[in-house]
């Protein structure tokens, strides 16, 4: 199996990398790639379609200071995986190597979301497209050409709490509400067998509005209909170790589920290490906001359930005065919580799994 550079044949791993532009300097931006190919079953055994196994591919460093999500894309790579596997894993630890450069979410390319430039088919620009746009459709390509399913790798905020995403499933040009449907499934068996508490991502106009069918995940879900995931492993910028584990185990289970695993190995953790606050589904959501200006003092830690109309945080003025609380907006828990202590306002003091009774598939035309 040919990924870039890296060359395996059956029962091997290789590393090598993808090239994706040419810098100013006249060398090449590359990206790490690491094949693990595996002994039975692989696609470059030539097998029939029946016999041969899936191909997972796993992504992370797409923001260059999420350190965890590297981690975890490199450490599912075992020098024994080929052993262990029917089909192949694909790894990509740093996406966004410019960022990783110098340790900011952001490329030097550009100043916006490197996570909001992969391909969405059903959209009109005509506006030419900028480097990093380049690069992720680049590397978009390559990942459709051979995935069968995606974990994307990420970290969220300081001590926040490790969490999975479901994307919402769009139908529209794409594919019928039947076709989003069976996605749907196949995307929460994956998610399910993480062992990650489940959030589903942003309401559809919102998760359309903030550009979110164009990450990597929401691109290889709602543009190519591949079932792909995010995770949100812990804070940014160092490797949180209990957030490595569980994103490790994670991969293992997606892999147990795609009926690739062989048999588990000792030293990777079983799934379900942390568990869901709330026994109700819940979604993305941020907020509460802040409507004074001052300093943010919370009263809760990620992790911590709170209720509608409860009082989840204090607005206190520099002196140390208090001169605003916010209430929770919704019943949920707390997945992180604002970094800094100045807020200006309007504001967001929480990142939350609030309650969810939305749709997980829904038309990509809000009118629709």
């Keep these: 199996m040919d990924i870039g550079t890296a060359s395996a044949a059956p029962g091997e791993l290789d590393r090598g990398h993808l090239e994706l532009t040419e810098l100013p300097t006249g060398t090449p931006e590359k990206l790490p790639v690491i094949v693990a190919n595996g002994e039975k079953g692989s696609p470059a055994q ?36 080929p052993q262990r ?19 900011a979410r952001q490329s030097y390319y550009g100043d916006d979301d490197p996570n909001r430039k992969f391909p969405d088919p059903e959209s009109d620009s005509s506006r030419p497209a900028e480097v990093q746009e380049r690069i992720d459709e680049r590397l978009y390509d390559t990942i459709v050409d051979s995935a069968d399913a995606l974990i994307d790798n990420h970290t969220a905020g300081v001590n926040s709490f490790p969490f999975v995403i ?15 449907e069976e996605l749907a499934d196949e995307l929460d068996a994956l998610v399910q067998a993480t062992g990650l508490p489940l959030l589903t991502e942003y309401p559809a106009e919102e998760y359309v509005e903030m550009g979110l069918q164009r990450s990597t995940a929401g691109a290889v879900c709602n ?24 994103g490790v185990a994670a991969a293992y289970g997606v892999m147990d589920e795609l009926g690739m695993l062989d048999d588990w190995p000792e030293e990777v953790e079983e799934p379900g290490s942390y568990d869901a606050p709330v026994d109700f589904p819940v979604r993305r959501f941020r907020g509460p906001r802040t409507e004074t200006a001052g300093l943010v003092r919370h009263r809760f830690e990620a992790g911590d359930m709170v209720e509608e109309g409860e009082v989840v945080a204090d607005v206190v003025s520099a002196a140390g005065e208090q001169i605003d609380t916010v209430e929770a907006e919704h019943d949920g828990y707390v997945i992180g919580r604002k970094e800094g202590l100045a807020a200006y306002e309007g504001d967001a003091v929480l990142s939350m799994a609030a309650r969810d009774e939305g749709p997980l598939v829904a038309p990509r035309d809000a009118d629709e």
């Design 85 to 103: 596997i029917s089909g192949a894993v694909v790894a990509v630890p740093v996406v966004n190597p410019a960022g990783l450069r110098r340790n």
């Design 166 to 180: 479901r994307d919402r499933v769009l139908y529209g040009e794409r594919r019928t509400e039947d076709e989003a």
């Design 46 to 81: 030539g097998a029939g379609e029946d016999e041969d196994g899936p191909t997972l591919w796993i992504t992370g460093g797409v923001h260059g200071d999420e350190a965890t999500g590297v981690a975890v894309t490199q450490d599912v790579m075992h020098e024994d995986l």
């Design 223 to 246: 543009a190519a209909g591949i079932p792909a995931f995010t995770t949100e492993l812990g804070g940014h910028s160092v490797v949180t170790e209990g957030a490595r584990e569980a």
